[in-house]
């Protein structure tokens, strides 16, 4: 009997995920670092998370002097990758 295909099959899995490595290394990156659009995109959400942090602080400090202030991380290319 011949054996059946599986989707499951561990060669299976490894040969997708590697195709899918090597497309984000090469293809993707490269593409998105060069995309005028894209990079507008994250600065714009970078500023814009900014003034919501900013906004955030302002008020949490007006509730409560005494309180940490609220740090958030800028956005990079590899958090979309």
Request: overall charge positive.
């Amino acid at each position: 009997m011949s054996k059946k295909k599986s989707y499951m099959d561990i060669h299976n899995i490894l040969n997708e995920s590697i195709i899918k490595k090597v497309f984000q290394w090469f293809v993707a990156t490269p593409a998105l670092k060069k995309s005028k659009k894209f990079q507008d995109s994250l600065k714009q959400l970078n500023k814009d998370v900014k003034e919501f942090e900013d906004a955030l602080n302002d008020q949490l400090s007006d509730i409560n002097p005494d309180a940490k202030k609220i740090k958030v991380e800028p956005y990079k290319l590899k958090d979309f990758i």
